[in-house]
């Protein structure tokens, strides 16, 4: 993958997240007469997350990242949390892809911390991050809070994947 095109693979994974959480809350809210099928959503949000994780994964950022044992970890645990969201259809058990994603991103969260990459924001909002993947649940209102999480996403895709702005 180009070096240019990372960020913009990484921004639209994120907002495919985002719109996806946001229609799920919409669906639990009962609003436009929607219904209640959560679970549908479920692969659209590993989609989302997927390209988050493969556009992060050829950038320097990865690199200064997985110098950190927790931050290999939560590499592969978010990988495997967006395959486990996009299988979700034959699981049909959400907490799999969620519990994963978001120990993933705790690990992120904490190698973020640690080795002190980025800005005060970046580690903030990769925590942030890690506490809204954490918290929803599919058959509440609390799927907004993935509208969150995405927004999250492209704002730190654009600041830490772009070439121009190298992490640390």
Same mark, same amino acid.
């Given at each position: 993958m180009s070096r240019a095109l990372r960020p913009i693979v990484a921004v639209a994974g994120a907002l495919v997240y985002a719109v996806a959480g946001g229609?799920?809350?919409a669906q639990n809210a009962d609003w436009f007469g929607a219904g209640r099928n959560a679970n549908a959503?479920?692969?659209?949000l590993g989609v989302g997350a997927g390209l988050v994780v493969i556009a992060a994964r050829a950038t320097s950022f990865h690199e200064q990242l997985s110098g950190s044992p927790a931050g290999r970890?939560?590499?592969?645990?978010?990988?495997a949390g967006a395959v486990f969201y996009v299988v979700s259809w034959l699981i049909e058990f959400a907490i799999f892809? @969620?519990?994963t994603l978001a120990?993933?991103?705790i690990c992120v969260a904490?190698?973020?911390w640690? =080795? =002190?990459l980025g800005s005060a924001v970046d580690r903030a909002l990769v925590t942030l991050s890690a506490i809204?993947?954490? @918290?929803?649940? @599919?058959? @509440?209102t609390s799927a907004f809070l993935l509208v969150g999480v995405g927004l999250i996403w492209v704002v730190l895709a654009v600041r830490l994947l772009t070439p121009e702005k190298p992490v640390g």
């Amino acid at each position: 993958m180009s070096r240019a095109l990372r960020p913009i693979v990484a921004v639209a994974g994120a907002l495919v997240y985002a719109v996806a959480g946001g229609v799920m809350g919409a669906q639990n809210a009962d609003w436009f007469g929607a219904g209640r099928n959560a679970n549908a959503l479920l692969p659209i949000l590993g989609v989302g997350a997927g390209l988050v994780v493969i556009a992060a994964r050829a950038t320097s950022f990865h690199e200064q990242l997985s110098g950190s044992p927790a931050g290999r970890v939560g590499g592969y645990l978010a990988a495997a949390g967006a395959v486990f969201y996009v299988v979700s259809w034959l699981i049909e058990f959400a907490i799999f892809g @969620t519990l994963t994603l978001a120990l993933g991103l705790i690990c992120v969260a904490l190698a973020f911390w640690v =080795r =002190r990459l980025g800005s005060a924001v970046d580690r903030a909002l990769v925590t942030l991050s890690a506490i809204g993947s954490l @918290t929803w649940n @599919t058959e @509440t209102t609390s799927a907004f809070l993935l509208v969150g999480v995405g927004l999250i996403w492209v704002v730190l895709a654009v600041r830490l994947l772009t070439p121009e702005k190298p992490v640390g």
